[in-house]
Structure formats: structure tokens, C-alpha cells
């Protein structure tokens, strides 16, 4: 009987109305309640490889750790998850540094993370930069990251507001990213689920072209369904310019760890 929380999962990217081609890049790893979700910027086809890159190193470095740790899961600390997120972002972070100094196509790539990680009846969420992660519960919808923005350090200093920021000719200039540097700071928080939760991660091409009002009635009327959920939102997102590659990845709570265990207990 598995002992860890029963997740759901839908992704999809699409290129968008405006750019060539696209520089997002997702991984879903369903058995590990792992989702990841990049951004990538750069030259001809550096966004690409820096995003490419980011999730699939981080993906294989969490899949690494829980196969060699022999812990069983409901006895693992999150302060373990969290160093593992910590340690695979650091380790992309400087994989893609190293690769856009070595190659002259990649210099100055890089690319904004965000990463979901199922610990028990814990998400972990981490994320550098301004793709984002937002969780729908109980018909409200909420923003569980901010944005490494200039634009987000604007609002918070009260600069600008909310509702003008959005209008703003610096929305898309982040403080913070993967591979950009030697070194990154990334910030991880750890959420508890809740039946029922539906979790997005998502790159600014849905946020740039859709509010959070806009986002929300989505999330209500079409949560239900994930795939179709996750179409609506791009589609949406096309529908209002389209301006930049447009990726949505959508998590849903179905069943909770503690609730396992307890079967577990009373079955063994």
C-alpha cells in the first residue's frame, strides 16, 4: 500500500502568437510527486537549452536522492526535501552557468525555475525568478510565490500598484536566475495539502497575458479536469496576444499521506 500522497497531474506548453520557438520546458515525474517548470532566456536557442537543461538535471538529481535514501518515506524529515530542492537548483544553477561560459551560442543564457515536490502530506514549492505557483482551494485562488522581479520589488516598496504593474515596460526584468550566476538564492516554502487542492505552476506567458481574477473563474469552472483545464488556460492566454511561450502544469490532491498511513497502520 503506498504511503505517500496520491497526486494528479496535467502539463502543457505551447509556443505562443509571437515567438519562433519555445524556450519553456516542464517535466512531470508522477511516481516521485514531482513537477518542475522553466523559463529560459538567452540567444538563438539558449533559452532552450537552459530550460531543457534545468528540469531535466533537477528531475534526475530528486530521483537519485529518493532511490538512494533508504528512509522510509513517512518517517523522512521535509527539512530533507528541502535540502534536496536546494541542492538540485544549485546544481542546475551551475551546470548551465558552466555550459554559457564554455560555449559561445549559450553565453548569457539562463532560466527561471519552479519546483513542486510532494513530501508526505506536504508540497514543497521552490522557485527562482518569475514563473510562478499558485494553489486553488475551496474556490479561491492564491499566489504562493513572488515574483525576483524589478517590477515585484516596486510593488513591495510601493512604487506601483498591483493593478498598474501589470501595464509596466519592465514586468519581464528578473532579479534572479538560474545559471545567470556563479551562485543562486532560491527560495522554498513548505505548504500543507489539502484534498482537493489543485496546485498550477506556470511560466509568465499565462501571467503576463492573464490576471489573476481572469486565471481564477479558469481554475473554478474547469479544475475539475486537469488536461482540459490546463487547454483553457493556454488557449486563453493566445486568445489575449500570446505574446511569449505559454506553459501550465496543474497538480491535484486526490488522497493525503496521513490518511495512507493510516490505513496502513490498521492493515498491517
Same mark, same amino acid.
Given at each position: 500500500m503506498p504511503l505517500q500522497s496520491v497526486l494528479e497531474f496535467a502539463g502543457r506548453s505551447d509556443t505562443g502568437r509571437v515567438r519562433a520557438q519555445n524556450e519553456d520546458?516542464? +517535466? $512531470?515525474? +508522477?511516481?516521485? &510527486?514531482?513537477?518542475?517548470?522553466?523559463?529560459?532566456?538567452?540567444g538563438y536557442n539558449a533559452g532552450e537549452v537552459a530550460s531543457r537543461m534545468c528540469v531535466e538535471l533537477i528531475s534526475e538529481f530528486l530521483q537519485q536522492k529518493q532511490q538512494a535514501v533508504w528512509m522510509p518515506i513517512f518517517s523522512r524529515p521535509a527539512v530533507l526535501g528541502v535540502r534536496w530542492l536546494n541542492d538540485a537548483i544549485t546544481?542546475?544553477?551551475?551546470?548551465?552557468?558552466?555550459?554559457?561560459?564554455e560555449n559561445q551560442a549559450y553565453l548569457g543564457m539562463g532560466t527561471t525555475v519552479v519546483v513542486a515536490l510532494s513530501h508526505q502530506d506536504k508540497l514543497? $514549492?521552490?522557485?527562482?525568478?518569475?514563473?510562478?505557483?499558485?494553489?486553488?482551494?475551496? &474556490? +479561491?485562488?492564491?499566489?504562493?510565490?513572488?515574483?525576483?522581479?524589478?517590477?515585484q520589488a516596486q510593488i513591495d516598496a510601493g512604487l506601483i500598484s498591483e493593478k498598474d504593474a501589470r501595464f509596466s515596460p519592465i514586468k519581464n526584468l $528578473?532579479?534572479?536566475a538560474v545559471g545567470a550566476q556563479e551562485s543562486v538564492e532560491i527560495e522554498i516554502h513548505v505548504h500543507q495539502m489539502e484534498v482537493g487542492d489543485v496546485y498550477l505552476l506556470c511560466s509568465d506567458g499565462l501571467t503576463d497575458m492573464l490576471n489573476h481574477i481572469e486565471i481564477h473563474h479558469i481554475m473554478h469552472q474547469y479544475s475539475a479536469q486537469l488536461d482540459e483545464c490546463c487547454q483553457v488556460l493556454i488557449e486563453n492566454a493566445n486568445q489575449f496576444? &500570446?505574446?511569449?511561450? $505559454?506553459s501550465v502544469v496543474l497538480i491535484k490532491v486526490t488522497e493525503l499521506h496521513q490518511r495512507k498511513l493510516m490505513e496502513y497502520i490498521f492493515a498491517s
Open positions: 520546458a516542464f +517535466e $512531470i515525474c +508522477e511516481g516521485l &510527486g514531482l513537477a518542475v517548470l522553466a523559463d529560459g532566456m538567452g546544481l542546475a544553477n551551475t551546470s548551465v552557468y558552466d555550459a554559457s561560459h514543497l $514549492i521552490a522557485h527562482v525568478g518569475d514563473s510562478r505557483a499558485y494553489r486553488f482551494r475551496l &474556490g +479561491e485562488l492564491s499566489q504562493l510565490t513572488r515574483d525576483h522581479s524589478v517590477l $528578473i532579479t534572479r496576444g &500570446g505574446k511569449d511561450n $505559454i
